[in-house]
């Protein structure tokens, strides 16, 4: 199978899985027990009133007119309306999003380096003391609810040393411009790479600091599978005869540890970081509460307050896209990478 | 006679007296380990109304946000609260959400996985679409959107989360059942006339029970830290009863204030049972399957 058959098989298996996922949640929202617009108002409301509210929300047509209209909408990338407001909920969606997706790079870049350091130390130091204390560290990481170890993260760096913001994502009034060149703007959302832009220091130093605990906390937590992984990976690799005769040419050992066998081990771990993509959002949904990050979880958090189920929904299929998007990209790199995949 | 003894074998090798554990290397020991946390916790659990200081959920027994002292020894939260009480008995939800949900995964997904697998074609496809879809999606994001329309409790939490978790159980049955049902004992009994029930229920899922008990015992971490993530966002139990989640909940708004105490001990606790677990199933699954046991 060449390159290009396999990538469009693989777009075509997609489709089916994201029209799966759609009705799934369509289905969750509107068929489990308990109708959205009624449970939206807790207490009693005036039936003409809910009926109006209804209306208003499309909620009162057939079914399945309502489910046509939601992927009719879906596709125009309207996420339906809001309860609270009405007003659309893909525009909260796309303003919340570049906060999730600064936290969620960050983060997976304190695992993949926290994940593959630890990992290449324990697979050099098999079976010694270091080797345990860092698998029992990978264990201990998975089982940690990442808003305790945010809340202790808040408790000793922010509020006993005053090293680091304890929330929010920039100091109020300091949110970087990004790129202004006579007519034309150019900004991102995320507040680094904005900074850059703007060519302010000072800002993307605060960005940066504002960052750091919340994708300190995401990236630990997630870390463990990495450090197996690689472990895993390192003790079959650093067997073999090429990483053999490396050591045998008297190459230095970090050359033959980062520069020989890791290469070699790089691939399942391009893999899991596909598979992981949908953890790190969940993960995302609770950091961003811990630390008042104003993302796409800390929305979804602040709508179930509100019960604004149309609103939940959207948030939920849009991370719903969002992971069969990334999953197919880094299918896609695999087969490019690793030309087995396609046979 | 014959069709008892591979069941019995499998059983014997899997499931060796504790003694025998300490002997299987570390595997074994993490397992001990694993067993011997969440054996103390779930006793200590259950004792609660008999060892606990104060009812856990009476305000006011002390002073508010106490440090810890010789009278309260984990201190007290901004409602006057005994800490050490509310430790003590805060993880009888966890541990009934996580059981609920073990059971109604093991109850759904393994007959659906079993089936589904056996069969083959259409059903297994169709099957197999539709668990990866739901196993690739973010699961709390998931468990969040059913949690909230079916509402606060503990069969609705242990519901939204054995939803999540389904897909696990499959993915591992099926993989198994997949190469199992072309061994040559399998044809065997297919040739002598037994019945494709017979062969599922007799011989194929005896084979298939030690990766079961693996993941359900890492589905047992994952319910908890889910559970526990539930309440986080709000969708957790009414605060009349003592959770550990509603204290790491609560305690975020405490801590300006410096009362560490609040969600430490209450932290530590989901810590070591979802750890516990963990190393129940890491140990197991080295055991079953020692070509990882590297």
């Known amino acids: 199978m060449s390159l290009r058959s396999y990538v469009i098989t693989r777009l075509l298996l997609t489709i089916p899985m994201i029209m799966l996922l759609l009705t799934f949640v369509f289905l969750v929202i509107r068929v489990l027990p308990g109708d959205p617009a009624s449970l939206h108002f807790e207490k009693q409301v005036d039936p003409q009133m809910l009926l109006e509210f209804k209306r208003q929300l499309g909620l009162d047509k057939p079914i399945e007119i309502q489910y046509v209209d939601y992927l009719v909408g879906l596709l125009r990338g309207d996420f339906g309306k809001s309860m609270q407001d009405f007003s659309p909920v893909s525009q909260q969606i796309f303003s919340a999003f570049p906060a999730t997706l600064e936290l969620a790079i960050c983060s997976t870049i304190v695992m993949i380096v926290v994940g593959i350091v630890l990992g290449v130390q324990a697979a050099r130091s098999y079976n010694s003391v270091q080797d345990h204390v860092i698998r029992v560290f990978g264990i201990a990481a998975y089982a940690t609810p990442v808003f305790f170890l945010g809340e202790v993260m808040i408790m000793v760096f922010a509020i006993y040393l005053h090293l680091f913001p304890a929330g929010d994502r920039i100091y109020p009034g300091m949110t970087p411009t990004g790129l202004t060149l006579g007519g034309l703007h150019l900004s991102t959302g995320l507040y680094t790479i904005d900074s850059v832009l703007e060519g302010n220091l000072s800002k993307f130093i605060m960005s940066l600091r504002y960052l750091l605990l919340p994708s300190l906390t995401l990236g630990t937590v997630l870390c463990g599978i990495f450090i197996r992984l690689t472990r895993g990976n390192m003790l079959e690799t650093l067997q073999s005869d090429f990483v053999t005769a490396a050591r045998a040419r008297g190459l230095k050992e970090r050359t033959v540890v980062y520069g020989y066998a890791l290469r070699n081990a790089f691939l399942p771990i391009l893999t899991m970081m596909g598979l992981e993509f949908a953890a790190l959002l969940a993960g995302a949904v609770l950091t961003e509460t811990t630390f008042s990050w104003p993302g796409l979880g800390r929305y979804l958090v602040d709508r179930i307050t509100f019960r604004d189920y149309t609103a939940i929904q959207g948030v939920v299929v849009f991370f719903g896209i969002l992971v069969a998007m990334v999953s197919l990209v880094v299918d896609i790199i695999y087969a490019y990478l690793d030309p087995r995949i396609r046979f | ?294």
């Not at chain 2, 069941?7 to 020991?29: C, K, M, N, V």
Request: hydrophobic share 50%.
């Open chain 2, 1 to 294: 006679m014959n069709n008892e003894r591979p069941r019995g074998r499998i059983l014997a090798q899997f499931f060796p007296p504790l003694t025998g554990l300490a002997r299987r290397g570390l595997a074994g020991w993490a397992i001990l380990i694993g067993g011997a946390i969440v054996a103390v916790i779930a006793i200590m659990t259950t004792v609660s109304p008999w060892i606990s200081p104060y009812d856990p959920i009476a305000i006011n027994v002390g002073p508010l946000l106490s440090h810890p002292s010789s009278e309260f020894p984990l201190g007290t939260n901004h409602l006057g609260q005994d800490m050490l009480s509310r430790v003590y008995s805060g993880g009888a939800i966890m541990f009934q959400v996580a059981i609920l949900s073990v059971i109604v995964c093991l109850a759904v997904g393994v007959p659906i996985g079993l089936f589904a697998s056996y069969t083959g074609g259409y059903t297994d496809k169709v099957a197999s679409l539709v668990m990866d879809s739901i196993y690739a999606f973010p699961g709390l994001v998931l468990a969040i959107a059913i949690a909230a329309m079916l509402g606060p409790g503990v069969v609705n939490m242990a519901l939204s989360i054995a939803v999540v978790y389904v897909p696990s159980y499959f993915r591992i049955i099926r993989s198994q059942v997949l190469t199992i049902k072309e061994l040559p004992y399998v044809e065997a009994a297919h040739m002598m006339g037994a019945k494709p029930r017979t062969t599922l229920f007799r011989y194929i899922l005896p084979n298939v029970i030690p990766s079961i008990v693996a993941v359900a015992t890492i589905n047992f971490a994952d319910a908890i830290l889910t559970a526990a993530g539930l309440t986080f966002v709000g969708l957790g139990l009414p605060v009349s009863i003592p959770d550990w989640g509603w204290d790491l909940t609560y305690g975020r708004r405490l801590l300006p204030s410096g009362a560490w105490w609040v969600i430490t001990f209450p932290g530590l606790m989901v810590v070591l049972l979802a750890l516990g677990f963990t190393l129940i199933g890491e140990g197991l699954s080295e055991l079953f399957n020692p070509r990882l046991q590297r």
